[in-house]
Antibody
Framework: EVQLVESGGGLVQPGRSLRLSCATS????????MHWVRQAPGKGLEWVSG????????GYADSVKGRFSISRDNAKNSLDLQMNSLRTEDTAFYYC??????????????WGRGTLVTVSS | EIVLTQSPATLSLSPGESATLSCRASQSVKDYLAWYQQKPGQPPRLLIYDASKRATGIPARFSGGGSGTDFTLTISSLEPEDFAVYFCQQRTSWPPGTFGQGTKLEIK
C-alpha cells in the first residue's frame, strides 16, 4: 500500500521559516515525481511545487517562488519543502502528493493526509 | 496561466440520479485534464485522467469526456458516497498545474 506521511506543520509567525517533510513507502520512490499541494481551510486546491524523479527539473507556483524550496532524497524515500519568509496567506493544509510520471508536469495520484501550517502573530 | 472554471458551484441531486459536472479551460488543454474527488476531512482522490481514462479502482459509473476547452464528468446513478467536492486539473501548461475552483455535489 502506498503511504505518504507529512510532518513539520504547526503555528509560526509571519516572516519565519518552517520545513515540511514527507515520508513515503509502498512504491518505488525514485520512479515518480513528487509534489506539494496546499488547501486553505474550506477553500480550493493550489499546487505549490513539484520535483521530477531525479531532481533534474522542478517548478513553483508564482505565489511561493523565491521563498519555498523543494527537495527529495531518493535514498531515504523522502520529500521536503523548505518554507521561508512565511506570510499569513500561506496558512493551509499542505499535502504531499505522488505524481503519475517521472516528470512533474503530469497528474497527482496518491495524496497524504496533510499537515496544517498556520502563519499568525 | 490557464484558468479552469467549473460549473455549477453547487449541484443538488438525489441518490440514483445522474450528475454532470463541467470544467472549462481558458485555452486548449488538448485532452490533458484530470478529475479529483474530495470528501470532508479527506485528501483528494484521482478519478479520471487524460479526460476520459478512469484511474485504478474507480467505479464505471464515473466517466469523463471532452477535449480542447470543454470537459464533463458524469456520474451515473449517484451513490450516497459520491456526494463530495470535485476538482478538475490540467497538465498542459506548467507551472502551475492549475485546478478548477471545485463543484460541490450535495444531497437534495
Amino acid at each position: 500500500e502506498v503511504q505518504l506521511v507529512e510532518s513539520g506543520g504547526g503555528l509560526v509567525q509571519p516572516g519565519r521559516s518552517l520545513r515540511l517533510s514527507c515520508a513515503t513507502s509502498g512504491f518505488t520512490f525514485d520512479d515518480y515525481a513528487m509534489h506539494w499541494v496546499r488547501q486553505a481551510p474550506g477553500k480550493g486546491l493550489e499546487w505549490v511545487s513539484g520535483i521530477s524523479w531525479n531532481s533534474g527539473s522542478f517548478g513553483y507556483a508564482d505565489s511561493v517562488k523565491g521563498r519555498f524550496s523543494i527537495s527529495r532524497d531518493n535514498a531515504k524515500n523522502s520529500l521536503d519543502l523548505q518554507m521561508n519568509s512565511l506570510r499569513t496567506e500561506d496558512t493551509a493544509f499542505y499535502y504531499c502528493v505522488k505524481g503519475t510520471f517521472p516528470d512533474y508536469r503530469w497528474y497527482f495520484d496518491v495524496w497524504g493526509r496533510g499537515t496544517l501550517v498556520t502563519v499568525s502573530s | 496561466e490557464i484558468v479552469l472554471t467549473q460549473s455549477p458551484a453547487t449541484l443538488s441531486l438525489s441518490p440514483g440520479e445522474s450528475a454532470t459536472l463541467s470544467c472549462r479551460a481558458s485555452q486548449s488543454v488538448k485532452d490533458y485534464l484530470a478529475w479529483y474527488q474530495q470528501k470532508p476531512g479527506q485528501p483528494p482522490r484521482l478519478l479520471i485522467y487524460d479526460a476520459s481514462k478512469r484511474a485504478t479502482g474507480i467505479p464505471a459509473r464515473f466517466s469523463g469526456g471532452g477535449s480542447g476547452t470543454d470537459f464533463t464528468l458524469t456520474i451515473s446513478s449517484l451513490e450516497p458516497e459520491d456526494f463530495a467536492v470535485y476538482f478538475c486539473q490540467q497538465r498542459t501548461s506548467w507551472p502551475p498545474g492549475t485546478f478548477g475552483q471545485g463543484t460541490k455535489l450535495e444531497i437534495k
